[in-house]
Nanobody, 124 residues
Framework: QVQLVESGGGLVQAGGSLRLSCAASGRTFSSSTMGWFRQAPGKEREFVAAISWSGSRTLYADSVKGRFTSSRDNAKNTVYLQMNSLKPEDTAVYYC?????????????????WGKGTQVTVSS
């Protein structure tokens, strides 16, 4: 069973950048597809990005495509979300999640393990 801890959130001005990290413990991390989701106040949790176990395949929500990049370092048991050109509408709690499914997908129900989240606030 993988356990996940996110970090790197904070307050940033619009147009700025942040890099989120998700540190994993457990022997299945290197074989897990990892996802990033976010939830803004009063809104449902939404898919942001996913990355395959090897890092060779990625999937992004249209709202972040071209601005966010997910990567991973299996030697460090860590997955990253580089967020550039941030907008106020990116403000949310960001969660990482893990699944042993091979296919990348945006449905939260496919991910069985979740971190507790990190707050990202983008000021205008």
């Amino acid at each position: 069973q993988v356990q996940l801890v996110e970090s790197g959130g904070g307050l940033v001005q619009a147009g700025g950048s942040l890099r989120l990290s998700c540190a994993a413990s457990g022997r299945t991390f290197s074989s897990s597809t990892m996802g990033w989701f976010r939830q803004a106040p009063g809104k449902e949790r939404e898919f942001v990005a996913a990355i395959s176990w090897s890092g060779s395949r990625t999937l992004y929500a249209d709202s972040v495509k071209g601005r966010f990049t997910s990567s991973r370092d299996n030697a460090k048991n860590t997955v990253y979300l580089q967020m550039n050109s941030l907008k106020p509408e990116d403000t949310a709690v960001y969660y990482c999640a893990a699944t042993l499914d091979f296919e990348l997908g945006p449905r939260a129900s496919r991910y069985g393990t979740w971190g507790k989240g990190t707050q990202v606030t983008v000021s205008s």
